[in-house]
């Protein structure tokens, strides 16, 4: 508990990655959002917020890869560094989950800031109560960072060639799945459950997901060379 504890220090040596840069990427999609709706007028419902969530992954990838040799290089072990680091970004995301849900009650109470832009509240994600909002945050955050964790350690574990091959192993995954609905002609079904399911469902699969991908990695994170 102590080394792990150590590693989250270690990864706020330099906050750049984890703590600066999502906010940083944050307010700049705001304002590229903010100065065209004052322009021409609202509303605009706007999902440029999922910017954060799409930088977490690639945070998550750096941090395997660029830190992880160092962190080893002190004297951290792969179990350590792997559970530190993903206990810190649990923190992190459930600070920024609530940051996420303030800044939407804001922005539902001035109107969309005074120009109709729902920059905090894109349609058909993260419309329901604070709590939700903070909670459906909280587990997307953690999932893409998570999920950007697998190409940093497939890279330090197999180089380029395992991230190629993971790549193109997902995208077969996906074209299976298409074809199987496909021909099932089960696009109807798949619908229904994507617009039938609630928030708090679909946050719990979510969650599931993120946990597996978790236990994945560390398994996975035990055979990485530097």
């Known amino acids: 508990m102590t080394r792990s504890i150590q590693v989250a ?3 706020l040596v330099n906050p750049f990655i984890l703590v600066i840069a999502p906010w940083a990427i944050l307010a700049f999609t705001f304002v590229v959002n903010l100065i065209p709706t004052v322009i021409r007028g609202g509303p605009n419902p706007t999902k440029a917020l999922a910017s954060i969530f799409a930088f977490m992954a690639f945070a998550g990838a750096l941090t395997m890869i660029r ?13 350590s560094f792997y559970l530190g680091t993903i206990a810190l970004v649990v923190a992190l ?18 109107g969309g800031w005074g120009v ?3 920059y905090f509240e894109p349609q058909y994600v993260l419309t329901g109560a604070w ?17 950007g964790t697998w190409f940093g350690l497939v890279q330090r574990r197999w180089d380029t060639i395992g991230v190629l091959v993971f790549v193109f192993g997902q995208l077969i995954l ?8 496909s021909g099932d002609h089960a696009w ?9 399911i609630t928030a708090a469902g679909l946050t ?3 969650a599931a997901l993120a946990a597996m991908l978790c236990a994945g990695g560390f398994a996975l994170s035990r055979g990485v060379t530097v």
């Open 116 to 118: 109709s832009m729902y």
């Open 93 to 110: 995301a459930a600070v920024y989950g609530l940051a996420i849900a303030g800044l939407q009650a804001l922005e539902r109470d001035t």
């Open 131 to 147: 709590y939700l909002t903070w909670l459906s945050s909280f587990v997307g955050l953690v999932l893409l960072f998570v999920y």
């Open 9 to 11: 220090r270690y990864n």
């Open 67 to 79: 830190s992880l040799p160092f962190a080893l290089a002190l004297g951290a072990s792969r179990r």
């Open 204 to 206: 719990g699969l979510l």
């Open 174 to 181: 996906a074209f299976v799945g298409i074809y199987i609905v």
């Open 188 to 196: 109807h079904s798949v619908g229904h459950f994507f617009t039938t």
